[in-house]
């Protein structure tokens, strides 16, 4: 039976990988989009965009690594969802969020525990699926910490996962109907960030320096610590690692 779903943040890393598989899937997919006329900030045109949804997917994100900018962004966008969605009479809202976040209420993830907390206050029945780091944040990272010949690597102890598989659990868990907090999602082996970019690198042939950084703040040392793997024993583990997705063998 064909479902329909609205998904914002559809242009991101996770977001195309939610409207391809959601309509293998045979789902109607409506994707917000600003040049679609929706904006989850102000909240235009999202009434009549998620009308008729059995589910909204929120994959919003936002490029900062301030907390006063990552709480603003994400309280406003999820209250203006929300908003939408309680008017639309839509019965299910599907938030992606981070893994082992809970004791690091800074930087960017301060906004995704605001967003957290406003989607389990919310009216509208809910569920939330956390997972670790994507794999292709090693890629993002490179294109940010480049100059010239070198590349500033922050230390990172990480357990990534592959976006599509994020995707398509974020999908079934539209399609179960509304879930509460699910179990965490995580990638299947530790990876440091560095160790991450040394492969990429070898498999674009890009000759770049490569120097590791300890960053200052609790953002940061919650990286390093490798405090935001999640707990492997407790948790629903990924298949596709990284040297798999690096051969483009994503399952």
Request: aromatic content about 4%; charged content about 25%.
């Given at each position: 039976m064909e479902r329909s779903g609205t998904f914002a943040g559809a242009t991101g890393t996770v977001g195309r990988h939610i409207v391809?598989?959601?309509?293998?899937?045979?789902?109607?997919?409506?994707?917000l989009s600003r040049s679609s006329g929706q904006d989850v900030s102000t909240g235009a045109g999202l009434v009549e965009a998620v009308a008729g949804a059995d589910a909204v997917i929120d994959v919003t994100n936002v490029l900062t690594t301030s907390a006063t900018k990552s709480r603003q962004f994400f309280t406003q966008a999820t209250r203006n969802l929300l908003a939408a969605e309680r008017s639309a009479g839509v019965g299910h809202?599907?938030?992606?969020?981070?893994?082992g976040i809970d004791g690091t209420d800074a930087g960017y993830y301060a906004g995704k525990l605001a967003q957290e907390r406003e989607v389990s206050a919310g009216a509208v029945p809910w569920s939330i699926q956390r997972a670790t780091q994507f794999h292709e944040f090693a890629g993002q990272v490179v294109q940010r910490a480049t100059f010239g010949p070198f590349a500033l690597i922050p230390t990172m102890l990480i357990r990534p996962v592959a976006a599509r598989e994020v995707a398509g659990r974020l999908v079934e868990v539209a399609e179960a109907g509304p879930g509460g907090r699910l179990t965490d999602l995580v990638g299947p082996a530790d990876e440091r960030l560095i160790d991450m970019v040394?492969?990429?690198?070898a498999r674009d042939g890009v000759t770049a320096r490569l120097f590791e950084v300890r960053l200052p703040?609790?953002?940061?040392?919650?990286?390093?610590?490798?405090?935001?793997?999640?707990?492997?024993?407790?948790s629903d583990l990924a298949r596709t690692t990284f040297d798999q997705w690096l051969d483009g063998r994503v399952e």
């Open positions: 391809e598989t959601a309509r293998d899937r045979g789902h109607e997919v409506v994707a809202h599907v938030s992606s969020s981070i893994v040394r492969r990429l690198h703040g609790r953002y940061w040392r919650a990286a390093a610590s490798g405090s935001l793997r999640g707990n492997a024993a407790e």
